[in-house]
């Protein structure tokens, strides 16, 4: 391209294209040197990549409780598995930690598709107050329940319910709350407002400690009740199809008294736990989880006298469900 003299009578100064079209007014100077400088105009245009989008875990925004309650459950069930505990190799168990690690991470953490453009303002959008642990409780997104989730959380429910209304009503020999449940059994995903649920549930019992017909209906059940006992009566109160957290808090109740009964049998009182819990789970959780979960019974008290009418006539199915139990016996 060069086609002059860039010092003395030598061209020595060179310029290499592979485009010389995009090469114009080629100029010689004197230059600083013993060399001519080379000036000239090219229409050039920068080339740049463009950077392929990245997913974007959004970390400020992670359900940490379900991730923490996923891992534990999917390394509790491995564990179970003694023969393959023993058998991995350390390739095995790395690859079952990453992948429990990523499921989790999957299901508990959202994420966005985006390029570098976008990330800095992404960061900054979900970089808020509210994302301080202390705020994570207000907007935390759950993920789908599942019905073993709303047994599990019913199951400490429950054990918290009979545990302290035994100790309320001045019991002796009331078996601790850990004791209820054989160790082991998962606890469900955590329940944000748990002691805002456990009031709720001790509301509607304390509507049933004062029906005279129910306690006396309820002095009639035998302390060695059968499972077959507890079905007819969990039936008759569930016999029309309608579901509502008077009956559900109701199925506790009877189940409460049930193990007051066996208050010296604690191997019956798991199993009358284990009743309630299962019946849940076949017939109530799918009306649970389409409500929002356990948290939703708060809900219930926005119409007080419309609570202690429904508690009422759950009373009245109970009386009708251990009428059946008798006359049948």
């Known amino acids: 391209m060069v086609i002059e003299a860039t010092r003395g009578n030598n061209i020595l100064d ?64 491995f564990l179970k598995d003694q023969e393959k505990v023993e058998t991995s190799t350390a390739e ?33 959008k979900n970089m808020s107050v509210t994302d301080h642990p202390l705020a994570l409780g207000r ?35 009331v078996p601790a709350m850990e004791e209820l449940t054989e160790p082991g059994t998962p606890a469900g995903p955590p329940l944000g407002d748990i002691h805002e649920v456990g009031r709720a549930l001790r509301f509607i019992a304390d509507e049933l400690d004062q029906d005279q017909k129910l306690q006396r209906m309820l002095n009639q059940v035998s302390p060695d009740a059968t499972h077959d006992t507890f079905l007819r009566v969990a039936n008759e109160i569930f016999s029309d199809g309608l579901i509502s957290w008077g009956r559900i808090v109701t199925l506790f109740y009877f189940g409460y008294k049930m193990a007051v009964k066996a208050i ?7 199993a009358i736990i284990n ?19 356990w948290e939703a019974i708060k809900e219930y008290f ?28």
Request: proline share 3%.
């Open 14 to 77: 060179l310029l290499f294209t592979t485009n010389p079209a995009s090469v114009h007014n080629i100029e010689i100077h004197p230059g600083m040197s013993d060399h001519d400088v080379i000036i000239t105009d090219i229409n050039i245009k920068a080339k740049t990549s463009k950077k392929k989008p990245r997913k974007v875990h959004l970390f400020m925004k992670a359900d940490w409780d379900n991730f923490k309650f996923d891992v534990e459950q999917e390394l509790t069930k």
């Open 92 to 124: 095995d168990l790395w690859l079952f930690l990453k992948e429990t690690l990523m499921k989790a991470l999957t299901g508990c953490i959202s994420n966005v598709i985006a390029t570098h453009i976008r990330l800095r303002r992404i960061i900054r």
């Open 139 to 173: 907007r935390r997104s759950r993920r789908q329940l599942s019905y073993d989730d709303i047994g599990n959380q019913g199951r400490v429910l429950l054990n918290e319910f009979i545990s302290e209304r035994m100790k309320n009503e001045g019991l002796q020999s």
């Open 264 to 270: 010296d049998k604690l191997p019956l009182i798991r």
């Open 275 to 293: 009743w309630v819990i299962n019946f849940i789970i076949d017939k109530v959780a799918p009306w649970i989880i389409d409500k929002g979960g």
């Open 302 to 329: 926005g119409t007080p006298s419309g609570q202690v009418v429904a508690i009422l006539a759950t009373g009245a199915l109970v009386c009708g469900g251990i009428y059946l139990y008798h006359s049948k016996g």
